[in-house]
C-alpha cells in the first residue's frame, strides 16, 4: 500500500467524490493528528476508489529527455512525455499515447486541453489519440505556443485494463520557454467507466486552528 503524506492524504480527501471519508471534521482530525505528530504517513481508505501516484515531479528536460506513464502499474506504458529540441533556445514539450489510451484536446488549436481544477473527465468528452502533439512550443519569432506553456494544469486521459475503459488525469507544468515539463502526478477511477474530477483547490486556511492546537501541544 502506498503511503501518504499529510499534504496528499487531505488533497485525497478533498478529491473522492461522495466518499464517505470526505467531511470536514475528519479532513480536520487528520490535519490535528498530522500537526500534533509531525511529519506523519498515513495510507490510503482502503475502500477508495480512486488510484492516486502520490508527488512524482518527473522532469522533461535535455538531461531527461523522455519520460514514461504508466497509470495502473501493468508494465505497459500509456503516456509518453519528450522534449524535442530543434536548435539552441527553440523547444517542444511532447506528448504521445500507446494502445488504447487518448486524452482530451481543445476543440480551437487541436492540442491536449489544460484542464482547471474540480474538472470533470466522463464520457462526455472528445477524447483523442495523439502521436507526437505539442504541449508547449518556444521557437523565438517563429511559434510560441502550446496550452501548458509556462502554466500547469490537468490532462484529462482515457485508457484501458483489461478490456475495461478507465478514466482519469495526469498534471503537468512547463515553463516559459518550454524547455523544461515536469509530470507531478496522475490519478484514475478503478471503476470502469465512472467519472472523475480533477483535485478541487486546497484551502490550508480551513485547517490553520487544528495545526496551531497541534503544534501548542508538542
Do not use: C
Amino acid at each position: 500500500m502506498k503511503m501518504q503524506t499529510l499534504a496528499e492524504r487531505l488533497e485525497f480527501y478533498v478529491t473522492l467524490e461522495g466518499s464517505k471519508e470526505h467531511s470536514p471534521n475528519k479532513l480536520l482530525l487528520a490535519a490535528s493528528a498530522a500537526a500534533s505528530v509531525g511529519a506523519i504517513l498515513v495510507p490510503p481508505p482502503a475502500d477508495a476508489a480512486i488510484v492516486y501516484s502520490g508527488v512524482q515531479n518527473k522532469v522533461v528536460s535535455a538531461q531527461q529527455v523522455q519520460q514514461q506513464i504508466d497509470l495502473n502499474d501493468d508494465g505497459t506504458f500509456e503516456f509518453t512525455f519528450r522534449l524535442s529540441a530543434f536548435v539552441p533556445v527553440t523547444y517542444s514539450q511532447q506528448l504521445a499515447v500507446a494502445g488504447t489510451a487518448s486524452v482530451i484536446k481543445d476543440s480551437v488549436n487541436a492540442k491536449p486541453t489544460r484542464l482547471v481544477s474540480n474538472y470533470m473527465i466522463s464520457s462526455q468528452k472528445s477524447f483523442f489519440s495523439v502521436n507526437s502533439d505539442d504541449l508547449a512550443v518556444y521557437a523565438p519569432s517563429v511559434l510560441v505556443g502550446g496550452n501548458f506553456l509556462g502554466q500547469q494544469g490537468y490532462l484529462g486521459v482515457k485508457f484501458k485494463i483489461a478490456d475495461n475503459t478507465h478514466y482519469g488525469w495526469i498534471q503537468y507544468k512547463a515553463v516559459n520557454n518550454a524547455s523544461v515539463g515536469t509530470i507531478i502526478d496522475w490519478a484514475y477511477e478503478d471503476i470502469p467507466g465512472k467519472a472523475i474530477k480533477t483535485p478541487k483547490k486546497f484551502n490550508w486556511n480551513l485547517f490553520l486552528p487544528a495545526i496551531t492546537a497541534g503544534n501548542k501541544n508538542k
